[in-house]
């Protein structure tokens, strides 16, 4: 029987000793997901180049075998202030520690002490098992358009098995607001409040499958070299140099508030510089875009996500 690509259920929980099945469960640890796709077989090849009196091909042997699911999530809160929303798992699989107080919750990366996750990906009754995954996150922000999350999760490979899919229970996910004029808040950056196209963030974690012999088998963030895009409506000089403040490479905090409504509050900030400067087009209206670095000051601060 043929595999049906959209019947597809993801569960995720944080595993409490790394690379032992954390047992995530539909009731407890679903994840809402769109454009899912799973890696079942990722591998290296050891070739053997060896040399024979014809042309042909020679043997590779397969190592390294690992697993990799990617997805995306959509960007709202949690409904009620103080309370995580059902996505942060994920982003402590990706380097972030969580922080919850009674009226908001915070994610920050950090460079140590990275958790990790149990995956399970099933496709139609088939189920992929990734554990001990950790990975990468990216936010796209786009006018007249929901907010996502882009997961990519390595893992090491836990088997893949018959296994009727779970029953998910997706309530805690709430429905996002479009990224319009209606529902930001405010943006700034350089102390300036700019008509915005889009805004992406690349947290572009450093993710490596490790396993060497007498070590153990792991997944690793190794590093992280955060970017973000940011497509404004082009200004008058006057109004504010964006070129100028690209050739004398300042600093400035960039600050998203997305949402109006308690619990569904989204605040992104970021310490950036621009890297580079270039106009494009909208609607026959000149766009600028900037190429931003995301930049520490004191170490693990150059960005933070803030649900209220």
């Known amino acids: 029987m043929p595999l049906n690509s959209k019947r597809v259920a993801i569960v995720a929980k944080v595993e409490s000793q790394e690379g032992i099945d954390a047992v995530p469960t539909g009731d407890a640890n679903a994840i809402l997901v769109a454009n899912p796709k799973i890696t079942p077989f990722e591998s290296d090849k050891a070739e053997r180049n060896v040399v024979r009196p014809y042309f042909g091909n020679a ?6 075998v690992r697993m990799k699911a990617e997805f995306e999530v959509e960007l709202a809160g949690s409904g009620t202030r103080g309370t995580a929303p059902a996505w942060g798992v994920l982003l402590k699989g990706c380097g972030f520690v969580e922080a919850i107080d009674k009226d908001a919750v915070s994610y920050a990366p950090v460079s140590t002490g990275h958790e ?19 990975g990468t996150v990216s936010f796209d922000l786009q006018n007249k358009a929901l907010p996502r999350m882009k997961f990519v999760f390595t893992g090491v490979h836990g088997g893949i098995v018959d296994e009727v899919a779970p029953a998910l229970k997706l309530t805690p996910f709430q429905t996002p607001m479009p990224f319009d004029a209606a529902n930001v808040a405010s943006l700034q950056v350089f102390g300036f409040s700019p008509a915005v196209q889009s805004l992406s963030i690349d947290i572009a974690n450093e993710v490596k499958h490790r396993s ?21 409506e082009s200004t008058r000089i006057a109004e504010r140099d964006w070129f100028g403040l690209a050739r004398r490479v300042m600093n400035s905090p960039l600050s998203l508030v997305h949402g109006k409504a308690k619990g569904n509050i989204i605040q992104l900030d970021a310490t950036v510089s621009i890297g580079n400067a270039d106009y494009g087009d909208s609607d026959n209206i000149s766009m600028t875009t900037l190429q931003l670095s995301l930049l520490p000051t004191n170490g693990d601060d150059e960005f933070r996500l803030t649900v209220r």
């Open 59 to 64: 043997e590779s042997v397969v190592t390294g």
């Open 212 to 232: 060497l012999p007498g070590g153990t088998e792991r997944v690793l963030i190794t590093g992280r070299k955060p970017t973000a895009s940011l497509q404004i």
């Open 116 to 134: 990790s996750l149990t995956i399970y990906y099933n496709l139609d009754g088939v189920q992929h098992k990734l554990t001990g995954a950790r």
